[in-house]
Nanobody
Framework: QVQLVESGGGLVQAGGSLRLSCAAS????????MGWFRQAPGKEREFVAA????????VYADSVKGRFTISRDNAKNTVYLQMNSLKPEETAVYYCAAGWYSGTLYSTHDRYNYWGQGTQVTVSS
């Protein structure tokens, strides 16, 4: 069992930056691939980024490549999402998720076993 708690959301102007954090409980954090997803009002949840168990591999949605960076600190049981050059259309609830898998990093939410409660990110124009 893994419990995930996101933080760091808030209101930011277009072009600004935010850093999201996701703290995980338990001693097996390094056994999970981690992902970030987001869901805007009236839209489906979409993949943002994922990182391998040891942090050596990452994958991003095309829409955020070059602007967002996912990272993790296994000693602190925490995964991060640094978001730069934010756009108003990226206003959403951002969720972190833990996936019990290895190898290929997945962008589909059915590969992730545990989810946080989400943190609101609002980007004003």
């Amino acid at each position: 069992q893994v419990q995930l708690v996101e933080s760091g959301g808030g209101l930011v102007q277009a072009g600004g930056s935010l850093r999201l954090s996701c703290a995980a409980s338990g001693r097996t954090f390094s056994s999970y691939a981690m992902g970030w997803f987001r869901q805007a009002p009236g839209k489906e949840r979409e993949f943002v980024a994922a990182i391998s168990r040891n942090g050596g591999r990452t994958v991003y949605a095309d829409s955020v490549k070059g602007r967002f960076t996912i990272s993790r600190d296994n000693a602190k049981n925490t995964v991060y999402l640094q978001m730069n050059s934010l756009k108003p259309e990226e206003t959403a609830v951002y969720y972190c998720a833990a996936g019990w898998y290895s190898g290929t990093l997945y962008s589909t939410h059915d590969r992730y076993n545990y989810w946080g409660q989400g943190t609101q990110v609002t980007v004003s124009s």
